[in-house]
């Protein structure tokens, strides 16, 4: 017999968590297919970052953050299959959708909820050779843990948003911070620019990583080419961010009888209530465009709520368009009664 799920979840970010515990609310049974080992998306990028923006949430670490995601998502216990890309979409027989993944898996459900957020997310490795040798010690595409590079010597390469962020955070930790751009400025934001140009940190422009010098890991010099005149230099240091962006892809093709518009050979066109240009489809974050669209984290929590009050309806027209709040709701009757056992202890 086929198992047959109300909604399935492709991606397991910010977007597809929320909108995991929202469906769960509204009783609908969910599956999350996420093609990453462990569930958070995007944010697992940045665990040492600070996040600001989410609503009534205080300042909070990107790893702590990405974890009350999940937690969240979890409530209503939705299945998840982790290490599963979405290879294909189509429908069956019976007008249930049918997604297979890249292992031959298949997965039914009456409708899907797409949140892959900037798709597949994998860091543009350093063209060097032999670079990989210092991968997981010395050489890193994303920060765990900014304490390894206390009183260190740390070139970061690049020169966008991120690349400047991390130069800013290190200047307290460090020892020396080196940054390295191609290009003839760096092309963040202007106050994370300035406030680099008045530190001690070196910037180094019109510059390229053309080779690494080590053993058993551990960096000891950067070889770097100035891309005008061709000169050569060599910096010693002792670790190497390198932020040079991400590739990405959007997952999954289409059957033949389906159809997705899109924007820029990316992004899904639909509207406010996570509606596609195909019935049944429904997206949330930054996957889905539309006027008004805000790309932030609250935006996401706001897409993933209407993508599922959309596929509520969808699956019962009858049912109310929005879910009662959670202050109100019996959903969380016995979790409440259990917290507030826990606070009176």
Known sequence: ????????IIGGGPAGLFSAFYSGLRGMRTKIIEYQPKLGGKVLLYPEKMIWDAGGQPPVLGELFAKQLVNQGMTFQPTVCTNEKVDLIEKDENQNFLLTTHNGNKHYSKSVIVAIGGGIIQPRPLEVEAA???VGKTLHYTVNDLRQ??????????G?????????ELLYIAKQVIIVSRRDKLSAHEALVKRLESSSAKILLNSRICGLAGNEGMIDQVKLENIHSG???????????VNHGYNRDSSFELAENLSLEMKDDYFYVGNAQGYTS???IFAAGDILTYDGKINLLVGAFQDAVNAVNSAKTYLEPSAEKVAMVSSHNKAFD??????????LR
Request: no cysteine; aromatic share 8%; charged share 35%.
């Open 160 to 168: 966008g948003d991120s690349a400047v962020d991390w130069a800013a």
């Open 231 to 241: 000169d050569m230099m060599m910096e010693e240091v002792d670790h190497l961010v």
């Open 132 to 134: 990989d040798r210092f």
């Open 334 to 343: 016995e979790q409440n009664k259990k917290l507030i056992r826990e606070m």
């Open 278 to 280: 195909e019935d049944g």
């Open 1 to 8: 017999m086929t198992d047959i799920y109300d909604v399935t």
């Open 149 to 158: 590079f206390r009183d260190k010597v740390v070139m970061i390469s690049g």
